[in-house]
């Protein structure tokens, strides 16, 4: 029989201006994630809107905005698009490894990058080599790191380093923590969303139900190529509940004629701003 979990002390964050909404202010509930059941406790909260950073457990719970919305994909019934179809073909020849997680200088490099070019000017460009390590290695629960390479020459050596997923083991799917991935690979176009579709291959492979993507902001432009992955479910205060097929064609089409983006940082993002970072914090009531 599985112990019971003790219930965790939550705290509120003070609120801060929003990095994904211009004019809106942001604010989260979180808890720490630590002991023997906090594999079971990060399971729980997951199904109700939580993430993971480092050893907290957090999710938005902003005063006057619900634009930040739990997704998940459903992995058993997920049909890849036709341009989902060729991102898996041109990309087929990558080499993924799972790797206990521990970060690597070649890792950081890949980072900085990507971080350049997507996201110039982010909170995250200020990380330095510890922050990236406290990013990976500080995980009181079951995570790995996955690493695509190219194929070697020689076929031994390792190959170069294209894309890197931080990725949480949960009891019913996979839930990306962070990815990123070579922003200016001129032959392998698409490489954040080919980590996407290899976590639900993966998924299906391990027989769990989900992929969670983390949150899907209305109103956000880098938060939109979420909705290209069918179907997607949704948290809303009734439970999960999945896209109406008209609603994520919707927005799928307005996602097309938008230019395209790909934001993996987790809402809130890490360095822009993780509980218990922002200064004052108080317990909820």
Known sequence: MTAPVRFPRFFVTSPAPCPYLPGKSERKVFTELKGPHADSLNDALSRIGFRRSQTVAYRPSCLECNACVSVRVVVDEFAPSSTQKRNMKRNSDL???????????????????????RHPGGGMTTMDEVDFADMVEHTPVTSYVIEYREPSEDGKTPGRLVGV???DRQGDGLSMIYS??????????????????????????MGLAYVYLGYWVDGSTRMQYKVRYRPLEKLSPEGWERFAPGEQEALIAEASRTPKQVSDAPAGGLKDGMPGEQGQYRPVE
């Open 95 to 117: 080499v993924a490894t799972i790797c206990r997680p521990w970060s690597t200088e070649e890792q950081f490099e890949l980072l900085q990058r990507y971080l350049g070019v």
């Open 165 to 167: 997923c931080l990725t």
């Open 180 to 205: 990123f991935y070579d922003p200016d690979h001129a032959k392998r176009s698409g490489l954040g969303n080919f980590i996407i579709l290899d976590h639900i291959a993966r998924a299906r492979e």
